[in-house]
């Protein structure tokens, strides 16, 4: 089994830390627009350093440094918890005696950080960060490190993601994919696979 991270176990939207910050509506879906976006932060999962990418936007948006300069330090708090539900299947999985992975875009600097003191990590062999071995989802090359670093067969697993062009990457080279919507889906799937 193996998991995607970001909105299959924990939830996360830059909004969630930002919203904090910017108190009016307009200015908020402004800035998420234009300066700190899912684009900008794309970077850092695929291995940047954010003194790089932070440098080179407070360049653009100087008037906006203070608040591209939070990013890093808070960045836990665009991850504000659990999806609700999945850390039980996790678990039951464990219990199972199902071997459990994870492949993740995620940055190298952020990740220890927000893997601290969440236990949920503890079940899991391996997980492979993306900023690690500056490669991301949906790149074929991310799946087949995953596979030998994992030491499994393609057919053997299933990956489960929010994203469907990642589910459709992994389906290439034959992993069975799970598009993740919620707990409830999820259970179900693995339910009529005999897996819980």
């Known amino acids: 089994m193996i998991f995607d991270i970001g909105n299959v176990i924990s939830r996360w939207d830059i909004r969630f830390l930002y919203e904090k910050l910017i108190k009016d509506p307009d200015e908020l879906d402004w800035f998420l627009a234009h300066v700190v976006t899912p684009e900008w932060h794309f970077q850092h999962d695929a291995g940047r350093p954010f003194a ?3 440098a080179e936007l407070i360049a653009k948006f100087p008037e906006h440094a203070d608040h591209i ?3 890093a330090p ?3 708090e665009t991850n504000p918890g659990e999806v609700d539900g999945v850390v039980d299947i996790v678990a039951r999985l ?3 005696q199902v071997p459990l992975f994870a492949i993740s875009n995620f940055s190298a600097e952020f990740w220890p950080p927000f893997r601290q003191d969440k236990p949920v990590f ?4 391996d997980i492979l ?32 993601d929010d994203r469907l062009d990642n589910i459709q990457a992994g389906e290439k080279l034959g992993i069975a ?4 919507e919620d707990a409830s889906r999820l259970e179900a799937h693995l339910q009529a696979l005999d897996l819980l």
């Open 52 to 54: 790089d990418t932070s």
């Open 69 to 71: 300069r939070s990013f």
């Open 74 to 76: 808070r960045f836990n």
């Open 94 to 96: 464990k219990q199972a």
């Open 122 to 125: 503890d079940m899991f062999e």
């Open 129 to 160: 960060i993306s900023g690690d071995v500056q490669m991301v989802k949906p790149d074929l090359a991310i799946y087949q490190l995953a596979l030998r670093q994992f030491n499994v067969a393609a057919h053997q697993c299933l990956f489960i």
């Open 177 to 180: 994919g799970h598009h993740f």
